[in-house]
């Protein structure tokens, strides 16, 4: 069975059980400033598994493509990728673990057909210090499923992922994990949960193939949270029904249910080959680089692996509007593009091999993503500029190192080589013997030094922006959302209809836009937006909202949506209208937050301003703004 054939089997599977298909949301998340990506199936459901109502109802379900930065220097393994797909389903106060332990359970053996002798689960063993108990509830279920295919279901306490590689399997089926293993959230474990996250004990599932061998360096004994490569998570049913508070937990209004299980994943498992490079949406990239390259796969993993992930997260980044830059989202574009240029290089690939690979993946996806189709050309243009402007790259790379003439070549050399222009390392060893410099003799490990403490910086970076828990949710955060949509149709005034959202994000200090605009706003321009926006907030326009079929609130209504949104069948349309004079300011599509009404964004005698105003790429013009 193919990934895509697994994709839909899911889908129609849960259309069975009552489910709404919901369609993917974006790679860059929409009203969330807590994170630069969509990094989880659940991150677009946050508001809805907080107790708001769903357009679609209480069973839902979708694959989301997904997207996880931290992961770019783990890529070259057999099981590590940057982007993937979470097939999904949701419970919002409906169905609880009985249903869906059951329901997957019954999706993998009996649907997907992988055998349950090499299946193996964990649950949460409990948390005393928040009185939060021992799930078994979940771990009675799994040994009533076992037992249907003539399985033991043998319970374990295992407790901390150390104490896995001490005590072993046990001959055990279901086993006990603390939170550090068995506790969902977006920012960890229990202790790392910032105030207003939600999160809950989940029940996990492994697949295991018994043809690797354990490598003691992951512990002494295997388990089923082991590193070695044995066991792979396959699945997670998150039983999210708590809410963090300043020093505790409280239960949310319903009790949730959130499924995640990575497509990719259960694909090889189907297979029953422990490397997700060779199923059906990487291994035909896989085909392609052995042919431009002229070599084979086996002896060059790391780095078709490496470019067949990297260029798959650049291709829907592309169709979902971002173009690679020097900041935020589209600087992580640029590394994973450059990142594939210089491991092309490894195999001897060294001119416009991105065009060829680029409509390789597009063909992968195309009858599934239909986005794709559409925007097939601007995303193979998108990449090829930037692998254009990166050969450019090279060359200063190269004007850079014959600088050091006459010098000691070192590590930090090298590295701010490959760091700040963009060059490859193996270049940079290579040219400095080709020009007979000197090198030092233990360059690569003070390289290794300065790259590890890159990646702890970038780590740390990305840790921080769980500081604040759920982005979007404060006063603060819903003033700045209305003045956005107040500007929004302010500059349709000013600048004209062909003005089109292209992004947004929105902090407690300001709101920053991304729209369509072919040059530089005037200053006389930037004033009248400022005017337009002021005046609306004076006439305290009243917000609210109603939610309709889509095509009719897009070509009866004509709200106004983002460019690059995809929405399902019903969608919810704010409006902004004077209720004195009857006059209709604003209608777009959104997901909310908003203050009721303009008047409030004044408060404490604040009034709205645009403080820079700049390209952001080609076409492409960004606003900040706050209210001062």
Request: aromatic letters at 10%; charged letters at 25%.
């Amino acid at each position: 069975m193919t990934a895509q054939e697994i994709r839909q089997l899911y889908l129609d599977y849960f259309k069975t059980k009552q489910h709404a298909i919901i369609p993917r949301a974006l790679l860059v998340p929409q009203n969330d400033s807590s994170t630069l990506f969509t990094s989880s199936g659940m991150q677009p459901l946050i508001p809805y598994l907080l107790g708001e109502k769903h357009p679609f109802g209480n069973r839902l379900a979708d694959s989301q493509t997904c997207l996880r930065a931290q992961d770019i220097p783990d890529v070259g393994d057999n099981r590590h990728t940057t982007f993937f797909e979470m097939l999904g389903n949701w419970s919002l106060g409906d169905y609880f673990k009985k249903d869906q332990l059951t329901w997957f359970f019954e999706f993998l053996t009996d649907k997907v057909g992988i055998d349950p002798q090499k299946l193996y689960v964990t649950c949460f063993i409990g948390n005393k210090t928040y009185d939060i108990p021992k799930d078994t509830e979940s771990a009675e279920i799994w040994q009533k499923l076992f037992m249907t295919k003539n399985i033991v279901g043998k319970t374990v306490d295992i407790g901390s992922e150390e104490n896995g590689g001490l005590k072993g399997m046990q001959n055990g089926r279901i086993f006990y994990y603390d939170d550090s293993k068995n506790w969902w959230c977006r920012a960890g474990g229990i202790n790392a949960m910032p105030s207003g996250e939600p999160g809950g004990p989940d029940s996990e599932v492994f697949y295991e193939f018994d043809f690797i061998k354990h490598d003691s360096r992951f512990g002494k004994f295997c388990h089923p949270n082991c590193d070695c490569g044995r066991f792979m998570e396959i699945g997670n049913s998150v039983f999210m029904e708590y809410l963090r508070t300043e020093d505790n937990f409280i239960k949310l209004p319903n009790k949730n249910v959130d499924f995640g299980g990575g497509l990719e994943r259960i694909a090889a498992a189907s297979l029953n080959i422990s490397d997700v490079f060779e199923i059906s949406l990487l291994r035909p990239i896989i085909d392609e680089l052995e042919k431009l390259s002229g070599l084979k796969y086996q002896s060059h993993q790391e780095s078709m692996r490496v470019i067949a992930d990297h260029l798959r997260a650049a291709v829907f980044l592309a169709a979902d509007a971002v173009v690679p830059s020097n900041k935020t989202q589209g600087y992580v574009m640029r590394r994973l593009i450059r990142r594939a240029i210089r491991f092309a290089f490894d195999l001897g690939i060294e001119v416009g091999f991105l065009e060829n690979v680029v409509s390789i993946i597009i063909s992968l996806y195309i009858d599934d993503f239909p986005e794709l189709k559409s925007q097939d050309k601007l995303i193979v243009d998108v990449l090829a500029r930037e692998e254009k402007i990166f050969r450019q790259t090279l060359k200063k790379g190269l004007n850079q190192l014959n600088k050091l003439t006459g010098k000691l070549i070192t590590g930090q050399d090298v590295f701010k080589l490959y760091d700040t222009y963009g060059f490859p390392t193996e270049l940079s060893v290579e040219e400095v013997y080709r020009l007979d410099y000197q090198i030092e003799d233990d360059w690569q490990i003070n390289f290794d030094k300065a790259m590890q403490l890159q990646r702890n910086r970038s780590r740390t970076a990305g840790k921080g922006v769980f500081k604040g828990g759920l982005g979007g949710n404060t006063e603060i955060h819903k003033k700045y959302h209305t003045a956005t949509h107040l500007m929004y149709r302010a500059l349709r005034q000013v600048l004209g209809d062909h003005v089109v959202q292209h992004g947004s994000n929105i902090t407690e200090d300001r709101l920053r836009f991304d729209f369509s605009h072919p040059q530089k706003m005037t200053a006389e321009e930037i004033t009248q937006v400022e005017d337009i926006v002021n005046k609306q907030i004076n006439n305290d326009l009243v917000i609210s909202f109603d939610e309709y079929p889509t095509k009719k609130a897009i070509n009866e209504l004509g709200a106004l949506g983002a460019f690059g949104d995809r929405y399902g069948e019903i969608v919810k349309v704010y409006s902004m209208q004077d209720k004195n004079k009857g006059q209709l300011f604003s209608l777009e599509i959104c997901g909310g937050p908003h203050v009721e009404h303009t008047a409030v964004l004044k408060e404490g005698n604040k009034k709205f301003k645009i403080i820079k105003e700049e390209s952001s790429s080609a076409g492409i013009r960004r606003i900040k703004a706050v209210l001062i």
